[in-house]
């Protein structure tokens, strides 16, 4: 009994605290990897593709917070959220375009700028959203 509302909302929760702890606690080491995320995003040859890269940047971003309960509350959200959306329902133009925000999330992060870093992520699940039309 969750709407996609419901998940909208519970990641605004979840990722906007991530990308501000991701801030304080990640590593050079955890930059690179969230980087080589980045370009195979922009290598994918299909919306399914770029989907699934997504979701591996996201987790990362979790990763980084090294806090295996965040880890495991963004792995519960994401689980649930492939439930009501296909790759299909996006052009590969979307997704790459959503790349933009998940790369200056990352400079935020790797300049420690949490607050920025959360802003960035704010306005990221907002576009998400109405792309989806999930309000």
Excluded: W
Excluded at 42 to 50: G, K, L, V
Excluded at 92 to 106: C, D, G
Excluded at 110 to 132: S, T
């Amino acid at each position: 009994d969750i709407s996609m509302k419901d998940v909208s909302e519970a990641r605004v929760a979840v990722e906007c605290q991530i990308v501000r702890i991701a801030a304080q606690k990640a590593t050079p080491e955890d930059i690179a990897g969230c980087k080589a995320l980045l370009e195979e995003i922009d290598r994918s040859a299909t919306p399914q593709e770029a989907v699934t890269e997504k979701a591996k940047f996201h987790l990362y971003l979790a990763q980084m917070t090294k806090n295996n309960l965040l880890v495991a509350m963004f792995s519960v959200l994401y689980d649930i959220l492939h439930g009501f959306r296909a790759p299909e329902d996006s052009s590969m133009e979307e997704q790459r375009n959503t790349n933009v925000s998940h790369a200056e999330i990352l400079a935020c992060i790797e300049r420690g700028d949490a607050d920025e870093a959360e802003r960035i992520m704010r306005r990221h699940l907002m576009q998400v959203e109405q792309q989806y039309r999930f309000s």
